[in-house]
Every structure is written in C-alpha cells, then in structure tokens.
C-alpha cells in the first residue's frame, strides 16, 4: 500500500463548530459541505458537524447521499435547480433551494408539488456571481408568495470582500436598504470571514464553510490564531533517500541545486495527489514531528524533502504535508494559493481515514 492518508479528526469539526457558535450565538448554522466536504469526505463532514442545524451543498446528489445517509437538518442547494427534473425529488426529500434567477420561479410555477420549498433568495449586493438585482426583489416576492410550491422564505446574500480590507460596510447597507419591506424574513449573509469579524452580519442563519475545517478565511490571521483546529492531517512517508553533493540538480528541471552536501527523502505524495505543483523551496514540512523544507520540484506522484539537519529521520519515516504541525494556509501562501483550494484539491486516490483525537 501506497503510505498516503488524509486523516480526518471528528473532534477538530466539532471544535470548530463551537468556535462558530461563539461568535454567532444567535445564529443558527448552516454548514458548508460542498465540494466534497472541502475535501475531507461529504459524510465525514456531515459526521462531524452533525450538529449543524443545515447542510448546505451544490448537487442534488450530494443533498441526497445526506438524506440516505440519514441526516434530517435543513439541506440547502446553493446554486439550486438546475433543470425540472431535479424538482421532484428535490421536494420528496424535503430539500431547501436557493433561488438566484427568474427561470428557477418559472420551474417551480410550472409545477405541482406534494409540498411547498423551503427557498433562500439570493440578492446580488455587489458580488455579480448570482443573485437578483435589488430593483427586482419586490416583483420577485410578489411572484413568489403566489407560487404554491414556494413555502418559508429566507433572504440571503454572499459578500465579495468579508475577507479583505474593504469588508462588508457597503454590500450590507444594500442588502438592508434592499430588504427593509420585508423585515419580518429571516436573512442569511455570512460566510466564515463575516463569521469571524463582523456580528452585524449574522443573521438568522450562518453559512460557515472553511473555518470548520480548521483553516483561515484571512490573509492576515491564521487559523490558530483565530482559535481553529485543523481538521485534515495529510500525511505520507519517506520511501528513498539521496545524499547529494555540492553542484548536484534536484528532481525534474533541477530547480533546486545543493551548495552543499545534503540528504533528502523522497515523499509519496505528488501534485497527483492534490499536493500544489507550484510550492516554492522552502515550503514547511514536517518529517517525524520535526520541521523542514520541500526542496526541488514537486513531480506527480513524489516530493523531496530536506533532511540534512535531520540525521535520525530516514526510510519510512512519516512526513506531515500539512495538518497540526503544518498549517494547510502556510502551504497555501508558499504556492500562491488559499487553503481552500488545496483542501478541496485533496486527489480522489488518498484514503481518507477518520479518527476522533481531542
Ligand atoms: C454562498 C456561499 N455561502 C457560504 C460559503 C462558505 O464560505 P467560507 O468557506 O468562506 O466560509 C460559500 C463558499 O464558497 C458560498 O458559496
């Protein structure tokens, strides 16, 4: 077997959902498992945030996979129906869709349903993703309020900059001028960063996605910092050792070249395996519990990692990609990229374990 896992610690989600919680007491949660759980399994996902009160995901297929798999809370389709056909069993299995265009209304009007859906509607407040116009809220309300097969509503908005300097003042403001008619619907704004900084955007629901994976939404704040545990352990292990000499090229195009003698492992893990191919020299790594570098280029199916000042560390010792030791956002920064991607990049061919360590 191939040493590579990714291992899931139930124990970290639900830390992280507490830390939700904390921040946004009022609030109930609304759990962001798309895409795989972030990587970390959908069901692995919805196990450790079973105590979310809603799920929210993209395909009825993932929505479904929850409901067989027994769990009965809110499930939210973000991007809701893409065609009739979903729209039956969407409603037999008591989805809740997000409504973001005038055809998703025509779909429901033309429809006859056992019962009404539940509906997030979705108000573009400067984002230009999804979402209704401001001006077209009050027909589209109208409309919806007729449409036998439209039940509870919920207003909701997603904001362009809650993780950046610019923030969330201005796309607020909208979304309260737009909704000031219908102030007695419940609302739904916040992602993780609008989670994190900004309680005025609470609401009646919270969409937390990457915070409950234990990573940061923030450039300028990590994740333990903010008092988040990481969920994935990503790890692999040394399967050969090279010594190189001063002048030797490392690896495919010799994009690191020792100025001295040196000792590298060789890692089973590679950008097949969702590890990013851009990690610079330098990126953190730990080998046996203790720091060290990625060197060279990362190659599809294996990295190098500097193990000069590590003489008691060799042949199937175990390498931390990222997890505890290695934040996933310190990988993240050294490839240009967030933790997002790297998490939800996770290959389909690594094992995902699950364990519940406190
Ligand atoms: C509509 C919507 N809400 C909430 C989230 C969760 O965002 P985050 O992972 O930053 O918390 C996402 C994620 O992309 C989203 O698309």
Known sequence: MRPIQATINLAAFRHNLAVARQHAPRSKVMAVIKANGYGHGLLNA??????????????????????????EQNILLLEGLFDTDEALLANQHRLSLVIHQTEQVTILEALS????????VKINTGMNRLGFQPEQLTPLMQRLKQCANVGKITLMTHFANADEAAGIAQPLALFQQTVKDFSD????????????????????????????????????TTASQLNLRPVMRFSSRIIAIQTLSQGDGLGYGHTFVADQAMRIGVVACGYADGYPRHAKNGTPI???????????????DMLFVDLSHLPDCGLGDEVELWGDLVPVDA????????????????????????????
């Not at 992602?191 to 234990?214: C, F, K, Q, T």
């Open 46 to 71: 919805a196990q450790g945030l079973a105590d979310a009160e809603g799920f929210a995901v993209l395909s009825l297929s993932e929505a479904l996979d929850l409901r067989h798999a027994g769990y």
């Open 286 to 300: 730990a080998v046996a519990g203790k720091s060290s570098r990625l060197i060279g280029r990362v190659s599809m």
């Open 113 to 120: 349903l056992p019962h009404p859906f539940e509906v997030f």
């Open 331 to 358: 990988v993240a920064h050294s490839a240009d990229t967030i933790g997002y991607e790297l998490l939800c990049a996770v290959a389909a061919r690594v094992p995902l374990q699950v364990s519940d360590r406190d």
């Open 185 to 220: 619907y419940p609302i739904s704004l916040a992602n993780s960063a609008s989670v994190l900084r900004y309680p005025e955007s609470h609401g009646d629901w919270v969409r937390a996605g990457i915070m409950l994976y234990g990573a940061t939404p923030f450039a300028d």
